[in-house]
């Protein structure tokens, strides 16, 4: 008897270590639903299309006030019609708390405003770089950090193609690299490109498309799961991230995939992220984590409206969080996200989310210190 019961308790033993464990998410969040605090001046956020953290973890936004509607922006109409609310100016600077600590934007001397803003970097040195994908936006701009104007590179015009090298077509977003101080510009929303520059003079460097090939304007037909993948991007061209290591990360949205470069843009690897996705793409933001090796990706999809974590290697899905909703934690058309420091992740959204929401760590991962900025950079 006593046999037949140690018989038992082995053979269920065996079959408890045999099944096996479920893998806990390498990174977990917990929404911050009070964060920001409600902007001052009776001021309110429209399409939030960018966001960025500097070495001082302050977190910037850069929005869209054009895009509110009459009932949303009531109070600033003659004669007002309602108690609340005004457009916000396009750049809003939050500290970590989510006090707004500084605002500026819009037209001015000497450049040409995006009729459309879309996406913004902080670089190595502090300096602020916007960019636009309005019908005529062919343009970036560079500004301190309280907003005096610095370089634009490109013009605002009729769109021509991916040959040309003396203005972008609807850039979506950039990057400087802080080893060679180039701009890297994923162009774009009307374009088929990576683009290179000076990031102090605004000098053209070097270009490629998909697989490091030439950029062509060629019609692309409606994405396709089944497909072979495209040879060529398409629109849009939408982030590009440069890791420490010299890979350059670039979305190519609606084809749902990351392609890899190096700074040179010889082609190196791609990784496709949901390929089901039919809607517009999987691939719409990348941010890198912050600790020493940049283990992994982390991918914004504001179709799916979620935010993955991928490992950095292959691109496989470790974790995710967000849904389609507009309760805290919820996305609609997330479309941006940055990492801070602590590895905080705060997100902005388009079409009717127009938010920015804060993602607080819940992890004991060792995370790589800030370099302070160098001597001479603006303040």
């Not at 960019?131 to 005096?148: E, M, R, S, V, Y």
Request: charged residues 25%.
């Amino acid at each position: 008897m006593l046999r037949r019961v140690l018989r038992r308790l082995t053979a269920a033993a065996a079959l408890t270590f045999a099944v096996p464990a479920v893998a806990e998410e390498p990174l977990r969040f917990e929404v911050d639903p009070a964060w920001p605090q409600r902007l001052p001046n009776d001021w309110i956020m429209g399409q939030a299309a960018g966001v960025a953290v500097d070495a001082q973890d302050n977190v910037w936004v850069i929005q869209r006030p054009r895009t509110l509607t009459d009932d949303e922006k009531a109070a600033s109409l003659d004669p007002p019609r309602t108690r609340c609310c005004k457009p916000a100016p396009p750049v809003l600077v939050f500290d970590q708390a989510g006090r707004l600590v500084k605002s500026w934007g819009g037209p001015g001397e000497g450049y040409q405003w995006p009729q459309n803003e879309h996406g913004i970097h902080i670089d190595h040195k502090g300096f602020v770089w916007l960019a636009g994908n309005g019908d005529t936006d062919g343009q970036i701009l560079k500004f301190t950090p309280d907003g005096k104007f610095v370089l634009q590179i490109g013009k605002q015009g009729p769109q021509t193609d991916s040959r040309d090298t003396s203005r972008l077509g609807k850039p979506a977003g950039m990057m400087v690299d802080p080893e060679t101080n180039e701009l890297y510009v994923a162009d774009g929303y009307y374009n088929h490109r990576v683009i290179v520059f000076d990031a102090e003079t605004g000098a053209f460097k070097r270009m490629w498309g998909a697989y490091g090939k030439p950029p062509t304007d060629d019609k692309l037909g409606p994405y396709d799961p089944a497909a072979a993948p495209s040879q060529q991007f398409a629109n849009p061209v939408h982030c590009v991230q440069i890791a420490r290591n010299g890979l350059v990360y670039v979305c190519d949205r609606t084809n749902d995939r990351i392609q890899v470069f190096k700074k040179d843009g010889s082609f190196v690897k791609e990784m496709i992220v949901e390929k089901n996705t039919r809607a517009n793409g999987s691939v719409w933001e990348l941010a890198l984590w912050p600790d020493e090796r940049q283990t992994y990706l982390l991918n914004a999809d504001g179709a799916n409206n979620e935010v993955r974590t991928l490992s950095r290697e292959t691109g496989e899905v470790l974790g995710r969080f967000g849904r389609n909703g507009r309760m805290a934690g919820d996305f609609h058309w997330v479309h941006n996200l940055a990492i801070d420091s602590k590895g905080n992740v705060f997100t902005t959204e388009v079409d009717t989310g127009k938010r920015a929401q804060k993602f607080l760590f819940r992890g004991d991962m060792v995370l790589r210190k800030r370099a302070a900025l160098p001597e001479g950079s603006p303040r």
